[in-house]
């Protein structure tokens, strides 16, 4: 998840026309870009997306997939926007402002997938794609799935339709930032192939570290 002191940053940028494929430089990257590096693996095989003909997730009609009972959809419109919310406001340690919700769906809505199981949004994912120096970077900004419905694949199918909407628009690589102590997190993402590239002191207002975790593209 990205922290709020970075996201002040953005979201004013993008209030004086500094929005959508502007934040090079700025935001969740810049500001860390001179700490130390502690971990940084390359590239390697376990890369489970570097075979873009194995993903197991698929729109059907460019429209939803439905997966174990779950159907995953793409956000439509601004009717979803409290469904997802509701759900991500239930695990953050720094609640975000509607607006921090709006510059990324608005931006960036063919990011943005919903996990219904039925009426009810049991899941959710939003990020960003933008340039990065020379690479177009994918950025997952928040994920969460409803507590009674963990550890089915679902937080893990949402990452993975995100990726592919990247991979779609070209992105090179992917990074995120989660907390040290977030083992969950960290295991469904280090699954999907992602590596540990940088640790983040006093990322959180908290107090808590971070990992940036990175997955390479091509
Ligand atoms: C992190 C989160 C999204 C995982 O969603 P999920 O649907 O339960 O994850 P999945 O079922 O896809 O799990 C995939 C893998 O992640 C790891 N994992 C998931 N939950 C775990 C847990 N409680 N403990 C340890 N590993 C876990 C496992 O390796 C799991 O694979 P396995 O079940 O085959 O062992 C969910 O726990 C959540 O919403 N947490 C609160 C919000 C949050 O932390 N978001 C991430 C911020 S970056």
Redesign the pocket.
């Known amino acids: ?1 990205e922290s709020n002191a970075n996201l002040l940053e953005k979201l004013s940028l993008s209030g004086h026309g500094h929005g959508h494929g502007h934040s090079h430089g700025h935001g969740q990257c810049c500001d860390h870009e001179h700490e130390p590096d502690v971990h940084i693996e390359p590239y390697t095989s376990s890369n489970k997306f570097a075979d873009r003909s194995k993903f197991k997730v698929e729109f059907i009609n460019d429209q939803f997939v439905e997966l174990d009972g779950i159907r995953y959809v793409k956000y439509k419109d601004e009717t979803q926007m409290p469904l997802i919310i509701d759900l991500i406001t239930r ?1 953050l340690s720094e609640p975000y402002s509607v607006y921090t919700y709006r510059y990324f769906i608005h931006n960036w809505p063919h990011l943005c997938f919903l996990a219904m199981d039925n009426e009810e949004c049991v ?1 959710a994912i939003v990020c960003k794609l933008d340039r990065y120096k020379e690479s177009l970077r994918g950025y ?1 900004a928040m ?3 409803h507590e009674k ?9 949402l990452v993975t339709l995100a990726i592919k909407a990247m991979i779609e628009h070209d992105a090179d690589e992917v990074v ?1 930032e ?1 907390e040290i102590t ?4 960290l ?2 993402y280090e ?1 999907l192939g992602f590596v540990r590239d940088k640790r983040l002191y006093r990322y959180y207002l908290n107090g808590v570290e971070a990992f940036r975790l990175k997955l390479w593209l091509n």
């Not at 419905?149 to 199918?157: A, L």
């Not at 977030?182 to 997190?185: F, G, I």
């Open positions: 998840m695990d899941g997952i994920l969460a799935v419905c963990r550890r089915k694949k679902i937080g893990s199918n995120l989660t977030n083992k969950s997190a295991n469904l699954n």
